[in-house]
């Protein structure tokens, strides 16, 4: 079968993590320490963001962004892939990109002067990017590197990005003069964007260093978006949250199909048996052959 090579590469990690006790246990605790820290940087953008201080909020949502990709990469690295991982970084994601976004926003944007309506519609963020992360729990994407719907990482970024943006214009002390309705809407129209089904591009199937017109694109842009963050920062964020409906928009005009994960998986490497075939179940514990070497579920990646 295709899969042995793997379920052996899977047997051997477990086994030496066994042999060495102290190696596991740190290399299980890492990614759970970057998972904590992403939460911690998200509770403490909440308390700043809070007290008025908008600027030092969006720059502690930035490093929760941060952990939550170095804790996805330690998880992999040291295969400590787990269950138990996966919820934990949902929740922190809950906390960093979906209510400290929006408490973010509420103040940033002056939302309290619209009553009701501006909490509703900063609840609205909230709501979406929970019900975004539960749904990717159980079902990370219809279509071969693509996310269904926009990442709340990419939501949350858009959010900071534009407290960046609104800095660079005027400054931290003055107000551009827009009504707090035109950010209420956008900050809805995010969470909107995040559950629905528009197909976004994950950026998964990127590797740096094996293709090299990739890596100097790559250098390119993360060189200019040190250079003037405030600015570049925002502009990607506008094309990124632009390119999932104007995608769609394109496929719809031009008749073009983006290729379902069904279709890209080799053949033999399914993990649903052939419907003319019935596994064989042990007659004492009830499992099937292969079941104590398969992963359990994940929603991994976001991280």
């Not at 809950?94 to 408490?103: H, K, M, N, Q």
């Not at 939501?155 to 800095?167: C, E, R, Y």
């Not at 950010?183 to 089904?197: E, R, T």
Request: charged residues 20%; aromatic residues 10%.
């Amino acid at each position: 079968m295709t899969d042995e090579p793997d379920r052996k590469r899977r047997r051997r990690r477990r086994r030496r993590r066994r042999d060495d006790p102290d190696r596991a246990g740190f290399a299980a605790l890492l990614p759970q320490l970057l998972t904590t820290g992403n939460l911690a940087a998200g509770f403490y953008a909440i308390v700043m963001a809070s007290s008025g201080r908008v600027l030092v909020a969006s720059y502690a949502i930035f490093v929760a962004a941060l952990f939550d990709i170095l804790d996805g990469r330690a998880a992999r690295m040291t295969g400590n892939v787990s269950r138990f991982g996966a919820e934990y970084d949902s929740i922190a994601d809950t906390v960093s990109f979906g209510v400290a976004p929006a408490i973010l926003a509420f103040y940033a944007g002056q939302f309290a002067s619209l009553g009701w309506a501006g909490w509703v519609m900063a609840f609205t963020y909230t709501a979406c990017a929970s019900l975004r992360l539960a749904r990717f729990n159980v079902q990370s994407g219809r279509f071969e590197g693509r996310f269904d719907g926009l990442p709340t990482p990419a939501g949350a970024g858009m959010i900071v990005s534009t407290v960046w943006f609104k800095n660079f214009l005027v400054g931290p002390a003055v107000s551009l003069g827009l009504p707090s309705l035109i950010p209420a809407i956008g900050v809805a129209f995010l969470g909107l964007l995040m559950v629905s089904p528009i197909p976004y591009h994950s950026g998964k199937n990127l590797r740096f260093g094996q293709s090299y017109s990739t890596t100097v694109i790559s250098l390119i842009v993360l060189l200019l978006l040190i250079l003037e963050p405030g600015l570049n920062f925002f502009l990607v964020g506008v094309l990124y949250v632009a390119s999932g409906p104007a995608g769609s928009l394109w496929r719809w005009r031009t008749g073009r199909e983006l290729i379902p994960v069904e279709a890209s998986e080799p053949p033999g490497t399914s993990a649903s048996p052939s419907p003319n075939v019935t596994p064989i179940k042990d007659p004492v514990s009830g499992s099937e052959p292969g079941d104590e070497e398969q992963d359990p579920p994940l929603g991994v990646d976001r991280r």
